[in-house]
Structure formats: structure tokens, C-alpha cells
């Protein structure tokens, strides 16, 4: 796929964001065909070249760095000084969208908020991403994932007993799609009339959308009080042990799944209100009932009656598994080398899990050097740079 053939091919985003949230929201655009420019701090860069998952690095920087920030470019400039900061303004004045997600107070002080840029640019989108917006008791508190999932009660839904949180960065994730979803929106606007427009979403609006479900239930009905999310569903809706592993059951008859499951006892349940009642029994008769026999024995008695289960399989289970092949979700990424003569640094990565006109999206550019495109003082228009790397949806890029 060429690169102008891309939907936000010849759209500029300055990304001024850190560390996950802000980031992959601009990644989003990236792999959809934007420039992205990050726009860092001279020395140190963004927090997330050193805030490393699993204490992971590659050629300098964490790995979840390279993951979140391959197909940019970088420029470094000194937001407190006065001149970088006249030449960072020159650069907004001429982007299509500005991407930030620093705490609320900050861009005003600096000068870079909505309000003050708008004037430069009334075309501009301005994407602001925030811990709990801007406004109330936990706007200055520090947006963070775990605690973002904390306070809007989402590890009440992982556990009976007490609050488990989920174990990836759920909040930061989803705020990049809510975030990418409101840019999107705004530049078909912009293309429609000319104006930009400004963008918000916070970490607990995210975590508030996700629970759909459990808050309408609650709201109106303040008299139930949900805690686990298995526990809206009626049984058998859960994941039991095997004889050797797990397995996810979602939805089926419970009487007909005792009969699958050779279980008298479950196929004597006909009464769809049991299920719901006798849920906790329920689920001892089917965890006994499954520990006959393996996952793949019993999956394949529920697949050839229809019934919606799956293998519960690990991380390694998953990558050695032919699903993960079918949807082709890896591709390669290269750094060019810091010195003349040295190696790329080539990493293996997630691509973007968008398809356009029937082609896979994948691009070999890796994560950019602190300010390999330049620092602004030394004159660098980073506008008129010309992009490197490329747009490949060619196997050549698989793993």
C-alpha cells in the first residue's frame, strides 16, 4: 500500500504526550498514514524512554518505548525556554493536530492550551487526554492506570472476594482509542468546514464507558449490588479447570450442557431461574464435571454441539497457536544505527490491528532516537523534513 493511498496520509501530528495513553493514540494515526512528530525534552526525552515494562530495553531505550513510538519522528526543544518555545508555536501553527496529555494546568502555564493556540491556528485539533478531566476532586491527581481502574471500581468486577485489577494497562489503552476516535472525527469535520476543534477524554471516563453494563444495571436498579462481572451472567458463563488446563464456557442451556457433560445432576436443571439463583452450585457441578477429561476433549464436545466455549490458553499457547498466524498481527521494525558502520537494531512488535481495503497495515519504521530529526534551535523545520520509512503490507515484514 502506498503511502498517499493511507486515510491520513499528508495529516501533521506534533505529539507532545508521554509515556502510554497519549502515545498510542498518536501511534494510531501514524499506522493510518499521519506524520507524527514527537516533541520532546532535550537530554532525558519523554518518561517512557526509561520507564521500561518488565525491565526490558533495546539500543538505549525500554522496549514498550519502541513499541508505542515506531513510525514517528523525533525533535527535542526546551518547553521553559523562550525561543524553543516560539519555534514549537511556529510548528503548531502549521499542524493539523496537536497530541498532549500532561497534567491539567500545565500547557496553560506553558501557553501551549487550546485557548492560547487556537488563535494561531483555527484548523488545528487538539487532542487533550487527562487522569480524571480536567475538572473536580482527582483532576491534579496523577493519571495513572492502576489507579484510573481503582477508583472506578473495575477490579470489583475481576473478584467475589476482593478487588482484583486487570493486569494490562486497560485504562491507558482505551483512553488511546477514545482519543484516536475524537481526532478522527474532528479532521472529517475540518475537511468538511474548515475548522478544528478541541478533543478531551481522561483515563475514569474510559474506565466508566467499559462499564456500561454494570453502571446502567446499578443506576437503575440501586437496590442490586453487582460486584463480579460473571456474576451478571447466569451459569454456566465463566472459566473451569480441566483435567489439564481451563476452559471458558459463555452461554448455553445449563441442562443441555449437563447432558454434554455426562452430568445427571446439571441435566436435571431446566428452570432458567436456577440459573441465575443456584449459580455457585452450578458452577461446583460443572468444574467436577470437567475435570473428567482435557480441554481439547471436552472442547471438542462443545464445539460439535454448537455450544460458545474456548481453550483458555497461555501466552506461549497463544503464540504457538495457528489462530495467532491467521490474523497476522506481528511485524518487524527497524532503527537505523546510531554510528556509521554499526547494525540496525530490528525488533519484533504488534502492528496495527486495523485493516484498509482488504490490506493489513504494517510499517517498518522503528521508535526515533531522542531528537534524530533535530533540535529547533539548530533551525530545524521539522515540518518540511521529509518522512523515512515506509508503508509495507508484504510478508516480508512477518515473523
Avoid at 514498550?64 to 518547553?79: G, P, W
Avoid at 442451556?253 to 428452570?271: F, I, K, M, Q, T
Avoid at 497463544?318 to 540496525?344: N, W, Y
Wanted: glycine share 10%; net charge negative; charged share 25%.
Amino acid at each position: 500500500m502506498r503511502r498517499e493511498d493511507l486515510p491520513l496520509a499528508g495529516t501533521v501530528v506534533l505529539d507532545f504526550s508521554q509515556f502510554l495513553a497519549g502515545p498510542v493514540a498518536a501511534l494510531r494515526l501514524a499506522d493510518l498514514g499521519a506524520r507524527v512528530i514527537k516533541v520532546e525534552r532535550p537530554l532525558t526525552g519523554e518518561i517512557g524512554r526509561t520507564l521500561a515494562f518488565a525491565g526490558r530495553r533495546a539500543d538505549g531505550d525500554t522496549l514498550s518505548f519502541h513499541a508505542m513510538n515506531r513510525n514517528k519522528e523525533a525533535v527535542v526543544a526546551d518547553l521553559k525556554d523562550p525561543d524553543d518555545l516560539a519555534r514549537v508555536r511556529a510548528l503548531v501553527a502549521r499542524a493539523d493536530v496537536l497530541v498532549q496529555n500532561f497534567r491539567p494546568g500545565v500547557m496553560e502555564r506553558i501557553g501551549l492550551d487550546y485557548e492560547s493556540v487556537r488563535g494561531l491556528n483555527p484548523g488545528l485539533v487538539y487532542a487533550s487526554a487527562s487522569g480524571y478531566g480536567a475538572d473536580g476532586p482527582w483532576a491534579g491527581r496523577p493519571g495513572q492506570d492502576l489507579l484510573a481502574q481503582s477508583i472506578s471500581a473495575l477490579p470489583w468486577t475481576n473478584g467475589m472476594d476482593r478487588p482484583i485489577p486487570v493486569g494490562l494497562s486497560l485504562a491507558d489503552h482505551l483512553l488511546s482509542c477514545h482519543l484516536a476516535e475524537g481526532i478522527t472525527a474532528l479532521l472529517v469535520r475540518k475537511a468538511r468546514t474548515g475548522r478544528g476543534g478541541l478533543v478531551e477524554t481522561s483515563l475514569l471516563e474510559g474506565m466508566l464507558d467499559l462499564q456500561l453494563e454494570v453502571l446502567t444495571a446499578r443506576l437503575n436498579a440501586r437496590d442490586a449490588e453487582p460486584h463480579s462481572a460473571e456474576g451478571h451472567r447466569p451459569a454456566p458463563y465463566g472459566v473451569y479447570p480441566t483435567a489439564d488446563g481451563y476452559l471458558a464456557i459463555a452461554m448455553a442451556p445449563v441442562d443441555r450442557l449437563g447432558r454434554l457433560l455426562r452430568s445427571e445432576e446439571l441435566a436435571a436443571y431446566d428452570d432458567p431461574a436456577a440459573w441465575w439463583t443456584e449459580r455457585a452450585h452450578l458452577e461446583e457441578l460443572i468444574a467436577k464435571a470437567l475435570a473428567g477429561d482435557t480441554t481439547a476433549g471436552w472442547l471438542a464436545v462443545l464445539d460439535a454441539d454448537d455450544v460458545w466455549a474456548a481453550p483458555v490458553l497461555t501466552l506461549e499457547e497463544l503464540l504457538e497457536h495457528p489462530a495467532f498466524d491467521a490474523v497476522e498481527m506481528t511485524q518487524v521494525i527497524e532503527r537505523a544505527p546510531a554510528q556509521e558502520g554499526g547494525e540496525p537494531v530490528r525488533l519484533t512488535t504488534t502492528r496495527s490491528p486495523i485493516r484498509i481495503d482488504g490490506e493489513v497495515l504494517r510499517s517498518g519504521r522503528g521508535a526515533p532516537r531522542l531528537g534524530e530529526q533535530g533540535h529547533l534551535r539548530d533551525g530545524i523545520d521539522a515540518l518540511a523534513t521529509a518522512p523515512t520509512g515506509q508503508y509495507e503490507v508484504a510478508d516480508a515484514h512477518r515473523t
